[in-house]
């Protein structure tokens, strides 16, 4: 009998899932985490029962991926190379907690690393892109246009062209594509060589490729999200061996260094153990599973095998499970008991499991009759609960792997389906995206999860990638998974839907809301709007730029692709002026990249003088289309481009705020902030109200960057209301700054809660959350609680406070009989439902109902 691999240990460490793992040389891994961090592993003893280990300074986003680079000239013993959510690659040596280098380039997540003997670095990211790198810069670009990257990998090299590196990329469009890279044309040019066609491509997954590992010179393993495993022949192109068993996402495979077997993580909880083809073998051929290693958690996100054959997997519950088929270094049997009963107690969704017979399920009886396959799942019933077994062909039993959660009349009957494209459905969901992107149709099954739904639903459409969040949401809603006794989790355990993408998004849409301690007003700190895709806005400037009436000069072009937080004084000054000159004579068709470069531009006191000088900035008002607002004209004579450019102008102001109010002094008051007062009775108060908010509706960016500058106007009032600040002595107009913001957060608040739910999903949580903020803010201004309160003194804070609002709200169709007072209680109880709608949306993030939570409290009572 095959020896099996048996419980050895758990590393603690990581605060959330683990993403990435490696094996740089014996008894030593390297993780990272979404956490934001990098940690290393050092198993101590035979038993491998201890360890010790050490984290690595911070990232500033989640960590996705890890490799090591072998030992070099400048780095003997080695680099641990980590891809992160902020972009960038980072490289770490043994014992050093600061990164030793970064490489900067990458427009979106870098999801995978490889590293060849020479020291060249191979990245690939979300951008579509894969790029080489030394240890100082890129060397050279891939292209696949449209396509995420997910994996990566250096190829051995052809012996007929020992010039030249071999590597295959795995992408979102299902190919597997082997690149032929000249080693003389990656070199440190400006800009790199961009490679756009492939060698060869490899067809046969109908899902992303996930993963690759190499056999040998011949053989390439992939994995992919269409649940299946495949060996390829680069030589023949062709697909010579299937590996069926996962029954969800493949997420990362890797091959035994003994070439004895190789192990793969996915989706389902599982690790499975596979045997490697015959060499020689050209027929396609189906191969079984070895061994399934059922997991206690949501998913096993990454696999390594070490140089001891042991099998270690990084998973979503933040723990990394070591297995091995050595005894000597297998886990005692008690402790294997333990771990086995930690596995028997999880939970696995009845909506993973496909079609359930609620009435026909078996006893425990069903356990007599042996399995057919490895891994092969039986749902009986014991003392009326649902358990789910799995059997294991090299232990010759049911091994039970968890309590079926998710009520069964919510698994499809058949019943009431929907035909689409030739297949049936539970639901078929029209989804309005938004932004003159015309309806489209999305299918779903009860029995699927929304996330996976969300994604494969995104790369058929080519969507932008943050739109996961919002569609799952959709699904949830839409499909009734919010209900109390819908199915409310995915595979692993507790009651949650967790996007198994990102590892974000751990919705739970009927766990107990318990508000946050920590207070949510009044906010101290403005929020900045900087983010920008340089390269995108470079690129569509040099197509603009052809056809503008008056084009940018080649210099100011030269300072836009040199554009960064470290640029002095002079040269920013310099493209906003050359920004400033052609902005007016641009339409606003192909004006917007110049938009989004003066609301970062403003970061520096002189450009941000210049923009807001009264000629410049009626200039971009003007081209913004923001001009027809000040004058009243029809919201409905706003274009999707004018639309677009005052989003810019919004973010310009936001961020004007966060530079210019710390510059203040009583001697000198920025130009942006008079102007950004003056317009806010004008223009920004308009966007709070029909018409003008309607136009808003479904335009989720314009939305937040409305709320960001609501929050900062919020803040600044806070900050500088008070009698000694000198800002508010100079601009007396920031004292009415807090009605203001009390009116335009009510508005738009009550305006995205009145649409419906789906439209509220359509939103990012910033929005009501920013919204909250500045409203809570603002009242904490305008009526602050006294040092001391008694019981009368806190009823009568609470009533002077609804009446701020109430009086700040316009009633709609008031009569001109009705007193002041009735409009102030009709005001203020249309805040407090809308409050409480917020305080109470189970699809709202935990953020947002917690903000409505505290300012209900602050309020009212009793809630």
């Given at each position: 009998m095959m020896e099996t691999f048996k419980f050895r240990s758990e590393l603690l460490g990581h605060t959330s899932d683990v993403r990435g793992i490696c094996c740089p040389r014996d008894g030593f891994l390297a993780s990272v985490s979404r956490d934001m961090t990098l940690r290393t592993w050092d198993i101590e003893g035979a038993s491998g029962q201890t360890f010790s280990t050490m984290e690595f300074a911070k990232h500033s986003k989640y960590v996705t991926s890890v490799s090591f680079c072998p030992p070099t000239q400048r780095f003997s013993t080695g680099v641990i190379l980590t891809g992160s959510n902020d972009n960038l690659i980072r490289g770490f040596i043994e014992g050093q907690p600061d990164p030793v280098f970064s490489l900067n380039g990458h427009t979106g997540t870098v999801c995978t690393l490889d590293c060849n003997s020479h020291g060249v670095i191979l990245s690939g990211s979300w951008d579509s892109t894969a790029r080489f790198w030394d240890l100082d810069s890129c060397l050279g670009i891939i292209q696949r246009p449209d396509a995420t990257i997910w994996a990566v990998l250096f190829l051995l090299p052809s012996d007929t062209r020992p010039d030249e590196y071999l590597v295959a990329t795995g992408s979102s469009d299902s190919c597997i594509c082997i690149w032929s890279i000249p080693k003389n044309s990656?070199?440190?040019?400006?800009?790199?060589t961009e490679f756009k066609t492939p060698l060869k491509t490899l067809r046969g997954h109908t899902d992303c490729v996930r993963s690759l590992a190499l056999l040998d010179r011949d053989r390439l393993l992939s994995s992919s999200n269409d649940a299946s495993i495949r060996c390829w022949s680069i030589k023949s192109e062709s697909c010579i061996a299937e590996f069926y068993g996962h029954t969800s996402f493949v997420y990362s495979i890797a091959v035994d260094p003994a070439r004895q077997f190789f192990a793969s993580a996915g989706e389902d909880r599982s690790v499975r153990v596979w045997p490697i083809p015959e060499l020689g073998s050209s027929e396609l051929g189906q191969l079984e599973c070895q061994q399934t290693l059922l997991l206690p958690c949501q998913t096993a996100w990454c696999v390594t095998v070490t140089f001891e054959s042991d099998i270690a997997v990084g998973c979503s519950d933040s723990k990394i499970r070591l297995f091995?088929?050595?005894?000597?270094?297998?886990?005692?049997?008690?402790?294997?008991?333990?771990?086995?009963?930690?596995?028997?107690?999880?939970?696995?969704?009845?909506?993973?499991?496909?079609?359930?017979?609620?009435?026909?399920?078996?006893?425990?009886?069903?356990?007599?009759?042996?399995?057919?396959?490895e891994g092969e799942v039986k749902v009986i019933r014991e003392n009326e609960a649902l358990m789910c077994y799995q059997w294991s062909k090299s232990a010759l039993q049911w091994l039970k792997v968890g309590k079926v959660v998710g009520s069964a009349d919510h698994i499809a009957t058949g019943a009431n389906r929907t035909l689409f494209e030739g297949k049936e459905y539970d639901y078929v969901f029209s989804v309005d995206l938004g932004d003159n992107i015309p309806p489209v149709k999305l299918p779903f099954n009860k029995t699927e999860d929304p996330w996976m739904v969300a994604q494969s639903f995104i790369y058929k459409h080519n969507l932008p990638q943050d739109y996961l969040d919002q569609i799952a949401k959709f699904i949830i809603t839409q499909a009734g998974l919010d209900k109390p006794d819908a199915i409310v989790s995915s595979i692993g355990v507790g009651n949650s839907l967790v996007d198994p993408f990102t590892g974000a998004g751990r919705y739970v849409p009927y766990s107990d809301f318990t508000p946050s301690a920590l207070p949510c007003f009044p906010s101290t700190e403005y929020i900045c709007i900087e983010n920008i895709g340089l390269q995108m806005v470079l690129n569509k400037l040099n197509n603009f730029n052809a056809v503008a009436p008056k084009p940018l000069s080649k210099s100011s072009l030269d300072l836009i692709a040199q554009m960064n937080p470290d640029m002095s004084e002079e040269n920013a000054l310099t493209l906003t002026q050359s920004i400033l000159e052609v902005v007016g004579e641009w339409p606003c068709d192909i004006a917007f990249p110049l938009f989004d470069l003066l609301r970062c531009l403003v970061r520096w006191e002189r450009s941000s003088e210049a923009i807001f000088q009264p000629s410049a900035f009626a200039s971009l008002l003007h081209t913004s289309g923001l001009s027809k607002v000040e004058s009243n004209a029809s919201a409905q004579s706003l274009?999707?481009?004018?639309?677009?450019?005052?989003?810019?102008?919004?973010?310009?102001?936001?961020?004007?705020?966060?530079?210019?109010?710390?510059?203040?002094?009583?001697?000198?008051?920025?130009?942006?902030?008079p102007c950004v007062f003056e317009k806010i009775p004008t223009l920004i108060n308009k966007f709070a109200d029909p018409p003008l908010v309607n136009v808003l509706e479904k335009k989720k960016h314009p939305m937040v960057a409305l709320a960001t500058?609501?929050?900062?106007?919020?803040?600044?009032?806070?900050?500088?209301?008070?009698?000694?600040?000198?800002?508010?002595?100079?601009?007396?107009?920031?004292?009415d700054l807090v009605n203001q913001c009390i009116r335009m957060a009510s508005r738009i608040l009550i305006f995205i809660a009145t649409q419906n739910t789906s439209s509220v999903l359509v939103y990012p949580s910033e929005v009501p959350q920013r919204l909250l903020i500045a409203l809570g803010t603002a009242v904490v201004t305008s009526i602050p609680s006294p040092c001391t309160a008694t019981s009368q003194t806190e009823a009568d804070l609470r009533k002077r406070r609804t009446e701020l609002i109430g009086n700040a709200i316009p009633v709609q169709g008031a009569s001109g009989t009705s007193s002041a007072n009735n409009d102030a209680l009709i005001g203020w109880k249309q805040v407090e439902e809308i409050l409480l709608y917020w305080r109470n949306c189970k699809v709202a993030e935990k953020g947002v109902r917690n903000c409505a939570d505290q300012l209900l409290k602050m309020l009212i009572e009793q809630i």
């Open positions: 990656l070199t440190k040019t400006n800009p790199p091995s088929k050595n005894t000597q270094s297998q886990s005692s049997v008690a402790a294997i008991k333990m771990y086995e009963a930690e596995l028997a107690s999880s939970q696995v969704a009845a909506a993973s499991l496909g079609e359930i017979e609620k009435h026909n399920l078996p006893g425990i009886e069903a356990l007599a009759i042996p399995g057919v396959s274009k999707n481009t004018e639309l677009t450019c005052s989003l810019f102008v919004f973010r310009l102001m936001a961020n004007a705020i966060f530079f210019d109010t710390p510059r203040a002094t009583s001697a000198h008051i920025p130009a942006s902030l500058l609501v929050h900062n106007l919020a803040t600044l009032a806070y900050l500088h209301s008070s009698e000694h600040s000198s800002l508010a002595s100079a601009l007396p107009t920031v004292r």
